[in-house]
């Protein structure tokens, strides 16, 4: 009977060892939204390449979900080993108060908690054992960068310009809008008429353009936070008879289909995208992790690049082939230090 004994906990110790570790990405966002349907798929394929037990929780941008999952899963104490989170409408510190003492490995993704709460959280015994890293794209750059390029798609003329923004809570939002605002208002001959938030919705955003743009006819420039926003955008701008990409520039963010066909053929005169390997580069962190190696407790990665329909970058984003990317052989160099670069990588 001991040695039979033995032999159970000497397989069940294998089992454990061999086991993959488990992961739970909670996404704020809709299962079939652009951004974060894209979120899904290249977090998925990095997963499947990483050999990673990964799910993935969806709250139907409705932030209460999240907080009733985590809820759910500390009750009946079916945490995973690792949880990816979003500081989506500023949910963290009270998803994080729900988790202090549990035995769960956190990773902070696209939008994260301030430098000083993040510092205080480190001194805490617990978090600085499970707060493992957090990898936030630079919002700031992307917003200044689509603004001088979405200037520079009109040969930098001058003009009246509408700013459509996300919301007023989100970080990613709030660092996006700053980096616009701060090149519109550095250029004397760009006049910001206003300034709106669409909450990331293509609705809300053609109500809102539609009566921007007739009490300001003769608008320029549009610059929008993300695609769908841009689609409303650009259906207002039509309803005027206005062309866009001509009477009317545009701006937006983000990888779906349908705005990487608008920046083809040029009614989406500029472009960026890029962040929404987040959630996947997180996971190859996790693998790295699970196999004893030290994270850095910040990642420092632009994520975004502007997107020229003539480039490789382009021309990955519309094949979505992620399944070749060998996420397994990413590493960091000897100063810690990842490439989140999706060009760079070997397939």
Not at 104 to 114: C, D, Q
Not at 166 to 188: E, H, M, V
Not at 199 to 206: A, F, G, L, R, T
């Given at each position: 009977?001991?040695?039979?004994?033995?032999?159970?906990?000497?397989?069940?110790?294998?089992?454990?060892?061999?086991?993959?570790?488990?992961?739970?990405?909670?996404?704020?966002?809709?299962e079939?939204?652009?951004?974060?349907?894209?979120?899904?798929?290249?977090?998925?394929?990095?997963a499947?390449?990483?050999?990673?037990?990964?799910?993935?929780?969806?709250?139907?941008?409705?932030?209460?979900?999240?907080?009733?999952?985590?809820?759910?899963?500390?009750?009946?104490?079916?945490?995973?080993?690792?949880?990816?989170?979003?500081?989506?409408?500023?949910?963290?510190?009270?998803?994080?108060?729900?988790?202090?003492?549990?035995?769960?490995?956190?990773i902070?993704?696209?939008?994260?908690?301030?430098?000083e709460?993040?510092?205080?959280?480190?001194?805490?015994?617990?978090?600085?054992?499970?707060?493992?890293?957090?990898?936030?794209?630079?919002?700031?750059?992307?917003?200044?960068?689509?603004?001088?390029?979405?200037?520079?798609?009109?040969?930098?003329?001058?003009?009246?310009?509408?700013?459509?923004?996300?919301?007023?809570?989100?970080?990613?939002?709030?660092?996006?809008q700053?980096?616009?605002?701060?090149?519109?208002?550095?250029?004397?001959?760009?006049?910001?008429?206003?300034?709106?938030?669409?909450?990331?919705?293509?609705?809300?955003?053609?109500?809102?353009?539609?009566?921007?743009?007739?009490?300001?006819?003769?608008?320029k420039?549009?610059?929008?936070?993300?695609?769908?926003?841009?689609?409303?955008?650009?259906?207002?701008?039509?309803?005027?008879?206005?062309?866009?990409?001509?009477?009317?520039?545009?701006?937006?963010?983000?990888?779906?289909?349908?705005?990487?066909?608008?920046?083809?053929?040029?009614?989406?005169?500029?472009?960026?995208?890029?962040?929404?390997?987040?959630?996947?580069?997180?996971l190859?962190?996790?693998?790295?992790?699970?196999?004893?190696?030290?994270?850095?407790?910040?990642?420092?990665?632009s994520?975004f690049?502007?997107?020229?329909?003539?480039?490789?970058?382009?021309?990955?984003?519309?094949?979505?082939?992620?399944?070749?990317?060998?996420?397994?052989?990413?590493?960091?160099?000897?100063?810690g230090?990842?490439?989140?670069?999706?060009?760079s990588?070997?397939?």
């Amino acid at each position: 009977m001991r040695k039979l004994m033995k032999v159970i906990l000497f397989f069940s110790f294998c089992c454990n060892l061999w086991a993959s570790p488990s992961v739970l990405l909670l996404n704020p966002g809709k299962e079939g939204e652009s951004f974060w349907k894209d979120v899904d798929l290249f977090a998925s394929a990095a997963a499947t390449r990483l050999d990673l037990d990964f799910k993935i929780f969806h709250a139907e941008r409705d932030n209460y979900r999240i907080i009733k999952e985590v809820e759910r899963l500390v009750k009946n104490k079916q945490l995973p080993d690792y949880l990816l989170l979003v500081n989506e409408k500023k949910i963290l510190p009270k998803l994080l108060y729900l988790l202090e003492d549990q035995d769960v490995f956190v990773i902070i993704i696209l939008n994260g908690l301030s430098t000083e709460l993040q510092s205080q959280l480190l001194k805490n015994q617990h978090w600085k054992k499970y707060l493992l890293s957090s990898l936030i794209p630079d919002n700031y750059w992307i917003g200044l960068q689509t603004a001088k390029a979405l200037h520079a798609a009109n040969n930098n003329q001058a003009g009246k310009v509408l700013l459509i923004s996300g919301d007023k809570d989100t970080p990613a939002s709030i660092q996006r809008q700053a980096g616009a605002l701060d090149y519109f208002n550095s250029q004397p001959d760009l006049k910001l008429r206003r300034l709106i938030s669409a909450h990331w919705d293509e609705q809300i955003s053609y109500a809102k353009s539609f009566t921007a743009i007739a009490r300001e006819p003769d608008l320029k420039y549009i610059w929008t936070a993300n695609d769908l926003m841009a689609f409303g955008s650009l259906d207002a701008l039509k309803m005027h008879g206005l062309q866009p990409g001509k009477d009317v520039f545009v701006s937006t963010v983000n990888t779906s289909e349908k705005v990487l066909a608008l920046r083809k053929s040029g009614e989406i005169s500029v472009l960026a995208g890029g962040h929404f390997t987040a959630a996947g580069w997180a996971l190859v962190m996790v693998s790295n992790h699970n196999k004893g190696k030290v994270l850095p407790k910040n990642v420092t990665e632009s994520l975004f690049q502007l997107i020229d329909p003539s480039s490789d970058f382009y021309d990955h984003l519309t094949r979505k082939n992620w399944n070749e990317i060998s996420f397994e052989k990413v590493l960091p160099n000897k100063q810690g230090r990842y490439n989140f670069n999706i060009d760079s990588h070997p397939k």
